[in-house]
Every structure is written in C-alpha cells, then in structure tokens.
C-alpha cells in the first residue's frame, strides 16, 4: 500500500513540474491545449446527450416529466379553486354505469382434452 503512495506521489510531482516548465516556456501553446482540450470533452458530451436523447426510454422520460408538469400544474390550479367549489363537494358522488361490460356465454365448464406428450 505505501509504494502505490509513493507511485501517485511521484507521478503528481512530475505533472507539476512538467506544467510549470510548459507554462513558463510555452503559455500560449498550454492555453491552446487546454482550449482544444475542453472543446474535445464538450464534442463528447453533446454527441452522449444526442445519442442517450435518440432511445426510446428518453423519449419516454421527456413525455413522463411533461405530463408530471402538467399534473403539477393542474394540481395547483385546483388548490386555488377548492375554496369556490366547496358547495359541489357536499353532494355523493355517483358510481358509473358498468352498461358496457357483457357476459360472453360460452362452454366454460367444459375442460379441453389434451394430448399427453
């Protein structure tokens, strides 16, 4: 464990010392390198947000959190209106019909006869 300190130790110092010497010989060149640097790393990051934005899930996620704010929206729309709407609350709410639900008749006592394999 001590000779992987040693390790890092001696690879940091030498980074230092290898930056110094550039900035003090070469400022302009290390500002380019480090612009050219951040503008690769930006590249890269727009290129994973295109590419992850592409699969369906994020497309999912993006209509979720739409709907989400709608709900939020809606939600607080109804808090400021409760006060008006107290007088509709009093009254029992009525179950809906279930008309559109039928019985399909059909041999259900019946068991299939299988073949055994």
Known sequence: MKAWNWIISGIFIFAVIGLGSYLINNPG???KQILFMA????AIFVIYRIWTN???????????????????MRAKRKKSAAPSSNL??????????TAHLTVIEGKKGKKKDRAIF
């Open 29 to 31: 060149g290390l500002f």
């Open 39 to 42: 503008g690769v790393i930006a």
């Open 54 to 72: 592409r699969t369906p899930g994020g497309r999912e996620k993006n209509a979720f959190a739409k709907a989400a704010k709608q709900s939020k």
């Open 88 to 97: 509709f609350r009093n009254r029992p709410l009525r179950r809906r019909s």
